[in-house]
Protein backbone atom coordinates (compact mmCIF):
# COMPACT_ATOMS: atom_id res chain seq x y z
CA UNK A 1 0.00 0.00 0.00
CA UNK A 2 2.99 1.94 0.59
CA UNK A 3 2.79 3.31 -3.19
CA UNK A 4 -0.79 4.62 -3.03
CA UNK A 5 -0.51 8.55 -2.88
CA UNK A 6 -3.37 10.08 -3.49
CA UNK A 7 -7.64 9.62 -2.94
CA UNK A 8 -10.61 11.91 -3.99
CA UNK A 9 -14.36 11.86 -2.83
CA UNK A 10 -16.99 12.30 -5.22
CA UNK A 11 -19.95 14.30 -4.15
CA UNK A 12 -24.01 14.20 -5.04
CA UNK A 13 -24.50 17.45 -5.37
CA UNK A 14 -22.18 20.57 -6.35
CA UNK A 15 -21.86 22.31 -2.98
CA UNK A 16 -18.60 24.33 -2.36
CA UNK A 17 -17.26 23.35 1.01
CA UNK A 18 -14.18 25.37 3.06
CA UNK A 19 -12.50 23.44 6.04
CA UNK A 20 -9.92 25.54 8.22
CA UNK A 21 -8.13 22.97 10.80
CA UNK A 22 -7.24 25.88 13.06
CA UNK A 23 -9.64 28.08 12.78
CA UNK A 24 -12.21 25.24 12.37
CA UNK A 25 -13.94 26.85 9.38
CA UNK A 26 -16.52 25.39 6.99
CA UNK A 27 -18.37 27.72 4.79
CA UNK A 28 -19.70 26.58 1.60
CA UNK A 29 -21.71 28.04 -1.23
CA UNK A 30 -24.52 26.24 0.64
CA UNK A 31 -23.34 26.87 4.01
CA UNK A 32 -22.79 23.04 3.79
CA UNK A 33 -21.05 21.55 6.83
CA UNK A 34 -18.43 18.52 6.22
CA UNK A 35 -19.85 16.30 8.89
CA UNK A 36 -22.77 16.61 6.17
CA UNK A 37 -21.37 14.20 3.82
CA UNK A 38 -19.79 12.42 6.20
CA UNK A 39 -23.28 11.99 7.50
CA UNK A 40 -24.56 11.17 3.53
CA UNK A 41 -21.69 9.05 2.87
CA UNK A 42 -20.81 7.51 5.85
CA UNK A 43 -22.69 6.60 8.62
CA UNK A 44 -18.95 6.02 9.81
CA UNK A 45 -19.20 4.26 13.10
CA UNK A 46 -22.13 2.04 11.79
CA UNK A 47 -19.39 0.15 10.15
CA UNK A 48 -16.47 0.87 12.49
CA UNK A 49 -16.31 -2.53 14.10
CA UNK A 50 -16.03 -6.05 13.21
CA UNK A 51 -17.05 -9.14 15.60
CA UNK A 52 -13.46 -9.04 16.73
CA UNK A 53 -13.15 -5.30 17.36
CA UNK A 54 -16.31 -5.66 19.53
CA UNK A 55 -14.70 -8.19 21.81
CA UNK A 56 -11.68 -6.31 22.16
CA UNK A 57 -13.43 -3.10 23.00
CA UNK A 58 -15.93 -4.91 25.30
CA UNK A 59 -12.90 -6.09 27.13
CA UNK A 60 -11.42 -2.65 27.46
CA UNK A 61 -14.81 -1.75 29.03
CA UNK A 62 -14.50 -4.19 31.64
CA UNK A 63 -11.70 -2.69 33.07
CA UNK A 64 -12.68 0.94 33.04
CA UNK A 65 -15.89 -0.15 34.55
CA UNK A 66 -14.35 -1.02 37.26
CA UNK A 67 -13.89 2.25 38.46
CA UNK A 68 -17.73 2.59 37.72
CA UNK A 69 -18.96 0.31 40.90
CA UNK A 70 -17.77 1.01 44.22
CA UNK A 71 -16.67 -2.82 45.14
CA UNK A 72 -15.83 -2.85 48.62
CA UNK A 73 -17.58 -4.24 51.26
CA UNK A 74 -19.18 -2.07 53.87
CA UNK A 75 -19.16 -2.80 57.80
CA UNK A 76 -22.84 -3.50 58.35
CA UNK A 77 -24.36 -4.95 55.22
CA UNK A 78 -25.97 -8.25 55.06
CA UNK A 79 -23.43 -10.99 54.19
CA UNK A 80 -24.11 -14.02 51.74
CA UNK A 81 -23.28 -17.47 53.25
CA UNK A 82 -22.26 -20.28 50.48
CA UNK A 83 -21.78 -24.01 50.67
CA UNK A 84 -18.16 -23.77 50.94
CA UNK A 85 -17.54 -21.66 53.55
CA UNK A 86 -17.29 -18.60 51.27
CA UNK A 87 -19.09 -15.33 51.94
CA UNK A 88 -19.57 -12.41 50.10
CA UNK A 89 -21.10 -8.90 50.67
CA UNK A 90 -24.80 -8.47 50.06
CA UNK A 91 -23.98 -5.15 48.44
CA UNK A 92 -21.02 -6.94 46.47
CA UNK A 93 -23.41 -9.31 45.61
CA UNK A 94 -26.04 -7.19 44.40
CA UNK A 95 -23.18 -5.17 42.14
CA UNK A 96 -22.06 -8.14 40.86
CA UNK A 97 -25.06 -8.98 39.62
CA UNK A 98 -25.37 -5.41 37.73
CA UNK A 99 -22.14 -5.38 36.29
CA UNK A 100 -22.85 -9.05 34.69
CA UNK A 101 -26.30 -7.14 33.60
CA UNK A 102 -24.15 -4.13 31.79
CA UNK A 103 -21.56 -6.26 30.62
CA UNK A 104 -23.92 -8.38 28.27
CA UNK A 105 -26.13 -5.57 27.54
CA UNK A 106 -22.77 -3.88 26.06
CA UNK A 107 -21.57 -6.43 24.38
CA UNK A 108 -24.94 -7.09 22.38
CA UNK A 109 -25.49 -3.95 21.61
CA UNK A 110 -21.53 -2.80 20.01
CA UNK A 111 -22.69 -6.28 17.83
CA UNK A 112 -26.13 -5.10 16.81
CA UNK A 113 -25.01 -1.20 16.39
CA UNK A 114 -23.04 -2.39 13.15
CA UNK A 115 -25.42 -4.57 11.56
CA UNK A 116 -28.78 -4.19 9.60
CA UNK A 117 -31.19 -1.78 9.72
CA UNK A 118 -33.39 -3.52 11.80
CA UNK A 119 -30.78 -4.50 13.86
CA UNK A 120 -29.44 -0.78 14.84
CA UNK A 121 -32.91 -0.34 15.75
CA UNK A 122 -32.96 -3.09 17.77
CA UNK A 123 -29.49 -1.91 19.81
CA UNK A 124 -30.92 1.42 20.16
CA UNK A 125 -34.47 -0.14 21.79
CA UNK A 126 -32.14 -2.15 24.23
CA UNK A 127 -30.34 0.88 25.15
CA UNK A 128 -33.85 3.71 26.16
CA UNK A 129 -35.66 0.24 27.68
CA UNK A 130 -32.42 1.36 30.46
CA UNK A 131 -31.61 4.82 30.20
CA UNK A 132 -32.89 5.90 33.13
CA UNK A 133 -30.70 3.37 35.30
CA UNK A 134 -27.47 4.72 33.14
CA UNK A 135 -27.32 8.18 33.28
CA UNK A 136 -23.83 8.94 35.16
CA UNK A 137 -22.57 5.97 33.28
CA UNK A 138 -20.16 7.20 30.28
CA UNK A 139 -19.81 3.78 28.83
CA UNK A 140 -23.60 3.67 28.62
CA UNK A 141 -24.10 7.12 27.02
CA UNK A 142 -21.56 7.21 24.18
CA UNK A 143 -23.30 4.01 23.12
CA UNK A 144 -26.60 5.86 23.17
CA UNK A 145 -25.06 8.78 21.33
CA UNK A 146 -23.99 6.20 18.65
CA UNK A 147 -26.82 4.08 18.37
CA UNK A 148 -29.20 7.37 18.21
CA UNK A 149 -27.65 8.95 15.47
CA UNK A 150 -27.87 5.13 13.99
CA UNK A 151 -31.38 6.20 14.01
CA UNK A 152 -31.05 9.18 12.70
CA UNK A 153 -29.36 7.78 9.69
CA UNK A 154 -32.63 5.54 9.46
CA UNK A 155 -35.13 8.21 9.62
CA UNK A 156 -32.82 10.15 7.03
CA UNK A 157 -33.59 7.48 4.35
CA UNK A 158 -37.00 7.29 4.99
CA UNK A 159 -37.49 11.05 4.65
CA UNK A 160 -38.19 12.29 7.96
CA UNK A 161 -36.35 15.14 8.18
CA UNK A 162 -37.77 17.06 11.67
CA UNK A 163 -37.00 13.68 13.32
CA UNK A 164 -34.08 12.97 12.36
CA UNK A 165 -32.90 16.35 13.36
CA UNK A 166 -34.33 15.76 16.96
CA UNK A 167 -32.00 12.75 17.01
CA UNK A 168 -28.81 13.98 16.14
CA UNK A 169 -29.91 16.42 19.03
CA UNK A 170 -30.62 14.29 21.53
CA UNK A 171 -27.13 11.77 20.23
CA UNK A 172 -25.38 15.03 20.72
CA UNK A 173 -26.43 15.62 24.34
CA UNK A 174 -25.87 11.93 25.18
CA UNK A 175 -22.63 12.24 24.15
CA UNK A 176 -21.79 15.45 25.71
CA UNK A 177 -23.16 13.77 29.06
CA UNK A 178 -20.57 11.11 28.52
CA UNK A 179 -17.97 13.54 27.79
CA UNK A 180 -18.57 15.69 31.63
CA UNK A 181 -17.78 12.46 33.04
CA UNK A 182 -15.14 10.85 31.37
CA UNK A 183 -12.42 12.78 29.25
CA UNK A 184 -9.75 9.82 28.48
CA UNK A 185 -12.23 8.24 26.54
CA UNK A 186 -11.34 7.89 22.71
CA UNK A 187 -14.65 6.50 22.08
CA UNK A 188 -16.44 9.39 23.78
CA UNK A 189 -14.64 11.64 21.95
CA UNK A 190 -14.88 10.09 18.61
CA UNK A 191 -18.67 10.37 19.11
CA UNK A 192 -18.49 14.34 20.57
CA UNK A 193 -16.87 15.09 17.34
CA UNK A 194 -18.59 12.96 15.19
CA UNK A 195 -22.26 14.59 16.52
CA UNK A 196 -21.21 18.77 16.71
CA UNK A 197 -20.49 18.15 13.19
CA UNK A 198 -23.48 16.52 12.09
CA UNK A 199 -25.69 19.18 14.82
CA UNK A 200 -23.69 21.68 12.47
CA UNK A 201 -25.99 20.81 9.69
CA UNK A 202 -28.73 22.34 11.40
CA UNK A 203 -27.36 25.35 13.10
CA UNK A 204 -25.77 28.94 11.46
CA UNK A 205 -22.21 29.56 10.36
CA UNK A 206 -20.91 30.89 13.50
CA UNK A 207 -22.05 27.38 14.96
CA UNK A 208 -20.84 25.56 11.90
CA UNK A 209 -17.72 27.45 12.28
CA UNK A 210 -17.63 25.98 16.07
CA UNK A 211 -18.58 22.87 14.82
CA UNK A 212 -15.80 22.20 13.06
CA UNK A 213 -13.26 22.92 15.19
CA UNK A 214 -14.79 21.00 17.72
CA UNK A 215 -14.48 17.96 15.36
CA UNK A 216 -11.28 18.60 14.72
CA UNK A 217 -9.97 18.94 17.90
CA UNK A 218 -11.84 15.60 19.77
CA UNK A 219 -10.33 13.53 16.71
CA UNK A 220 -7.19 14.63 17.10
CA UNK A 221 -7.71 13.74 20.65
CA UNK A 222 -9.15 10.64 20.48
CA UNK A 223 -6.37 9.93 18.26
CA UNK A 224 -3.85 10.65 20.88
CA UNK A 225 -5.88 8.03 23.10
CA UNK A 226 -6.56 5.45 20.69
CA UNK A 227 -3.36 5.55 17.52
CA UNK A 228 -4.68 2.34 16.13
CA UNK A 229 -8.45 3.29 15.63
CA UNK A 230 -9.30 3.14 12.25
CA UNK A 231 -12.30 4.89 11.70
CA UNK A 232 -10.40 8.09 13.56
CA UNK A 233 -7.65 7.60 10.66
CA UNK A 234 -10.90 7.50 8.11
CA UNK A 235 -12.06 10.37 9.89
CA UNK A 236 -9.11 12.54 9.77
CA UNK A 237 -8.95 11.66 5.95
CA UNK A 238 -12.11 12.79 5.34
CA UNK A 239 -11.33 16.13 6.76
CA UNK A 240 -8.28 16.50 4.86
CA UNK A 241 -9.73 15.47 1.64
CA UNK A 242 -12.62 18.61 2.44
CA UNK A 243 -9.58 21.35 2.53
CA UNK A 244 -8.08 19.89 -0.18
CA UNK A 245 -11.33 19.98 -2.29
CA UNK A 246 -11.17 23.63 -1.90
CA UNK A 247 -10.53 25.58 -4.97
CA UNK A 248 -9.06 28.74 -5.32
CA UNK A 249 -11.80 31.33 -5.33
CA UNK A 250 -13.19 29.27 -2.34
CA UNK A 251 -10.16 29.41 -0.48
CA UNK A 252 -9.64 33.36 -0.71
CA UNK A 253 -13.17 33.85 0.50
CA UNK A 254 -13.24 31.45 3.54
CA UNK A 255 -9.45 33.67 4.21
CA UNK A 256 -11.42 37.14 3.86
CA UNK A 257 -14.27 36.03 6.48
CA UNK A 258 -12.07 33.86 8.47
CA UNK A 259 -8.92 34.39 8.63
CA UNK A 260 -6.10 32.04 6.91
CA UNK A 261 -7.46 28.65 5.45
CA UNK A 262 -4.85 26.07 6.11
CA UNK A 263 -4.12 23.73 3.51
CA UNK A 264 -3.68 19.99 2.95
CA UNK A 265 -2.91 17.24 0.10
CA UNK A 266 -4.39 14.45 -1.35
CA UNK A 267 -1.38 12.27 -0.41
CA UNK A 268 -2.11 13.48 3.68
CA UNK A 269 -5.53 12.55 3.36
CA UNK A 270 -4.89 9.24 1.53
CA UNK A 271 -2.04 8.24 4.15
CA UNK A 272 -5.23 8.33 6.77
CA UNK A 273 -7.14 5.96 4.61
CA UNK A 274 -3.97 3.54 3.76
CA UNK A 275 -3.83 3.74 7.64
CA UNK A 276 -7.35 2.89 8.35
CA UNK A 277 -7.29 -0.41 5.98
CA UNK A 278 -3.90 -1.29 7.39
CA UNK A 279 -5.08 -1.33 10.71
CA UNK A 280 -8.57 -3.17 9.47
CA UNK A 281 -7.85 -5.46 6.25
CA UNK A 282 -10.98 -7.90 6.83
CA UNK A 283 -12.20 -5.34 4.30
CA UNK A 284 -14.38 -2.07 4.46
CA UNK A 285 -16.15 -1.33 1.75
CA UNK A 286 -16.38 2.40 2.18
CA UNK A 287 -12.86 3.23 3.25
CA UNK A 288 -11.90 1.14 -0.16
CA UNK A 289 -13.95 3.40 -1.81
CA UNK A 290 -12.21 6.78 -0.68
CA UNK A 291 -8.83 4.99 -1.82
CA UNK A 292 -9.75 3.97 -5.32
CA UNK A 293 -11.61 7.74 -5.50
CA UNK A 294 -8.06 9.18 -4.30
CA UNK A 295 -6.34 7.76 -6.91
CA UNK A 296 -8.98 8.64 -9.47
CA UNK A 297 -8.36 12.37 -8.71
CA UNK A 298 -4.38 11.93 -8.97
CA UNK A 299 -5.23 10.49 -12.44
CA UNK A 300 -4.03 7.56 -11.64
CA UNK A 301 -6.87 4.89 -13.15
CA UNK A 302 -5.39 2.00 -13.01
CA UNK A 303 -4.99 1.76 -9.22
CA UNK A 304 -8.15 3.12 -8.90
CA UNK A 305 -9.71 0.33 -10.77
CA UNK A 306 -8.14 -2.10 -8.56
CA UNK A 307 -9.14 -0.58 -5.52
CA UNK A 308 -12.94 -0.68 -6.72
CA UNK A 309 -12.50 -4.34 -7.72
CA UNK A 310 -11.58 -4.75 -3.91
CA UNK A 311 -14.39 -2.95 -2.62
CA UNK A 312 -16.95 -4.32 -4.75
CA UNK A 313 -15.64 -7.75 -3.43
CA UNK A 314 -16.38 -6.43 0.05
CA UNK A 315 -20.03 -8.01 1.10
CA UNK A 316 -23.31 -5.52 1.68
CA UNK A 317 -24.31 -6.01 5.26
CA UNK A 318 -25.40 -2.26 6.99
CA UNK A 319 -27.61 0.54 4.97
CA UNK A 320 -24.55 2.51 4.46
CA UNK A 321 -22.95 -0.33 2.66
CA UNK A 322 -26.04 -0.23 -0.03
CA UNK A 323 -25.05 3.60 -0.72
CA UNK A 324 -21.42 2.60 -0.70
CA UNK A 325 -21.87 -0.15 -3.43
CA UNK A 326 -23.95 2.21 -5.67
CA UNK A 327 -21.23 4.47 -6.10
CA UNK A 328 -18.55 1.72 -6.49
CA UNK A 329 -20.85 0.31 -9.22
CA UNK A 330 -21.00 3.96 -10.94
CA UNK A 331 -16.78 4.30 -10.54
CA UNK A 332 -16.40 1.28 -11.91
CA UNK A 333 -18.34 1.78 -15.48
CA UNK A 334 -16.42 4.77 -15.24
CA UNK A 335 -12.97 4.21 -14.91
CA UNK A 336 -12.99 0.69 -15.92
Known sequence: MSGHKSFTLSVSSKV?????????????????????????????????????????????????????????????????????????????????????????LFEQVDMLSDGTGDEQRQAFNLLKCEELKYTKNAEFLWRLAKSTKNMAAIEEKLGNEKVKESLIFDAYRHAAQALDLDKNNAEIHKWYAILAGARGEFLGITERVKSGNIFKKHIDHALELKPKDSTLHHLLGRFCFEVSQLSWLERRAATTLFGEVPSATYEEALLHFLAAEELRPSGWKENLLFIAKCHIQMNNYSAASNWLERAS??????????????????LQQKYA
Request: hydrophobic content about 40%; aromatic content about 4%; charged content about 20%.
Open 313 to 330: RVLVVTPEDEIVQKEVCE
Open 16 to 104: AVAAALGAGVVVGAGTAYLLTRISEHTRLTQQISSLHATILEVKKDIASLETVFDLSPENGKETITYGDGSSENGQLASLSVEKSHIFH
